[in-house]
């Protein structure tokens, strides 16, 4: 696996105005990959607001007893699914990138394998990416790990 190293470039062209920091990334990333699906932390029932008025058509709901969260996938007529998760434990702060919240979670790349989910997983972290969860088999089947971006954004790496 080939990953470049993302170059930070300050833009200072614009007079008056401070600094913008831009990632300009060299190369893209050598593993085919595909985006699985986006997910949210809701405290209501968001999941119906996305059914009457998007027409997604939602799973079954899991639920873990242990930690009580709990999601549903509603999948779309273009193929994208979108993962609502809830967690009563979870707060709603927003301000600390480790604390589970409220909003936007994760994207998730399928890497294709086991091997390309633990590979990248590695060359990530060589690259400076907090591993925030290590490769594993989830609960709900998926083998994954999660990764934060240059922005905090949570990435989870799946098969």
């Keep these: 696996l080939a ?3 993302c170059k930070i470039v300050t833009d200072i062209r614009r007079p008056g105005l401070s600094a913008v920091t831009h990632f ?3 190369h893209a990333l050598s593993v ?7 997910a949210m932390r809701c405290r209501s029932a968001t999941k119906d607001f ?4 998007f027409a997604g058509k939602p799973n079954d709901k899991y639920v873990n007893p242990q930690t009580g969260f709990e999601s549903y996938f509603i999948t779309f007529d273009s193929g994208a699914r979108l993962e609502i998760m809830r967690m009563p434990c979870i ?3 927003k301000s600390d990138i480790e604390k589970q919240r409220t909003g936007y979670i994760h994207i998730a790349f399928s890497v ?15 690259k400076g990416c907090r591993v925030v969860s290590e490769p594993r088999q989830t609960g709900d ?13 949570r990435i989870e790496l799946t098969t």
């Design 50 to 53: 996305y059914v009457q008025f």
């Design 3 to 5: 990953l470049s190293i």
């Design 91 to 93: 707060p709603a702060d």
């Design 112 to 126: 294709g394998s086991r091997e390309a989910v633990n590979t990248l997983t590695e060359t990530l972290r060589g």
């Design 24 to 26: 300009h990334v060299r």
């Design 32 to 38: 085919p990959s595909n985006i699985r699906w986006s």
């Design 141 to 153: 089947g998926y083998y994954e790990s999660c990764v934060l971006d240059p922005e905090g954004n």
